[in-house]
């Protein structure tokens, strides 16, 4: 288990990830080869904002406050003092760029993805029966999130390929600009991403231009595309923007600033074989592999933990406050 320092925040938001370093354009370009040979999961979030916080000074002022309060409350929450009724209902602006009718996502398939975070981050997913008894203790239940669509845009665009660089969000980049992002979350859904899944900004974001959460359209909501179609690309896009880390912390034997996520090596893919044994700092554990945070297929993830559930609470208290329905 860990224990969470501030300074360990610091060190995270400024040292370059042992595992995941932000990815050149000759790594992006194997990751793809890799991808469409043995399909995997890839998120840039963690990485993306690593070079965000690198490069502007305001930033990483807003992430360390975020911590902050995000640490106090973690306090606060440990001494009683925070309310047990931490429930929000956050708004919904989906924003769809296409260029053919199969990248129009239907208005089915977007609702289909609203029912899985409704229900994935209210813990009624159906597979969360099959959470191993040794962290059902543990299991976070209701995180107190739920999701309501407001509105879907659409947009016909001849974009071939988008990159994670934010230009869907850019209508002077032939994307759609966001909607109100303080009050809302904006989900872009796009058509191809190479071998990018999705990714998502991190509260201390909120409010800006870009923040936001992209998916690519045949990973959002139910589909046919397996090992990705239950929709889990958007939970765990959704878990970064409501300030979750990886849960290998982007390093090896890393911190993801939860205290009861087992700390593990390095990501997990595909269907991992329960129980799967990490040793870091010489002690063997029984990683989590099925939590929502890892790299594992849609069908191995199902759960996020109580920690995990905190920090969400913390962030939708703090600076994401200002989501809510109109």
């Known amino acids: 288990m860990k224990k969470i320092f501030l300074s360990a925040v610091l060190l995270a938001a400024t040292a370059s990830c042992t595992n995941d370093n932000p990815l050149t354009n ?46 106090e409350f973690l306090k606060n929450a440990e001494m009683g003092r925070v309310l047990a009724d931490g429930t929000i209902e956050i708004p919904v602006i989906v924003n769809v760029l296409y260029r053919s009718s199969a990248e129009n996502v239907s208005d089915a398939q977007i609702q289909s993805q609203i029912a899985v975070l409704n229900a994935d981050f209210a813990a009624k997913n159906a597979d969360i029966t099959k959470l191993p008894t040794e962290f059902q203790t543990i299991a976070a239940g209701a995180t107190g999130v739920s999701f309501r669509l407001v509105k879907v845009n659409r947009k016909s665009t001849t974009v ?14 032939k994307g759609i600009d966001a909607t109100d992002p303080v009050h809302y979350l904006n989900m872009w859904v796009v058509g191809d991403m190479g071998g990018i899944l999705g990714y998502a900004t991190f509260p201390e974001s909120a409010g800006l231009w870009n923040d ?37 912390g982007d390093a090896t034997c890393g911190s993801d600033l939860v205290a009861d996520t087992p ?9 991992p074989s329960y129980p799967k044994y990490d040793v870091c700092g010489g002690v063997s554990r029984s990683t989590m592999f099925m939590n929502y945070m890892d790299y594992v297929d849609d069908a191995a993830m199902y759960a996020f933990s109580a920690g995990q559930k905190t920090r969400i609470q913390a962030t939708t208290a703090g600076p994401r406050a200002g989501l809510k329905v109109y």
């Open 212 to 248: 936001g959460v992209v998916i690519a359209g045949k990973y959002f909501g139910k589909t046919n595309n397996a090992p990705f179609n239950l929709g889990r690309t958007a939970t765990h896009e959704v878990g970064h923007y409501l300030n979750l880390r990886h849960i290998w």
């Open 26 to 71: 000759d790594e992006s370009a194997n990751a793809v080869a890799k991808t469409e040979s043995n399909v995997s999961r890839i998120c840039p979030s963690e990485e993306i904002r690593e070079a965000a916080l690198r490069d502007s000074p305001e930033l990483m002022s807003r992430y360390m406050n975020v911590e902050k309060q995000t640490q």
């Open 160 to 173: 071939t390929n988008w990159q994670a660089n934010d230009a869907m969000k850019k209508a002077s980049t």
């Open 263 to 271: 700390t593990q090596t390095t990501k997990n893919y595909g269907v």
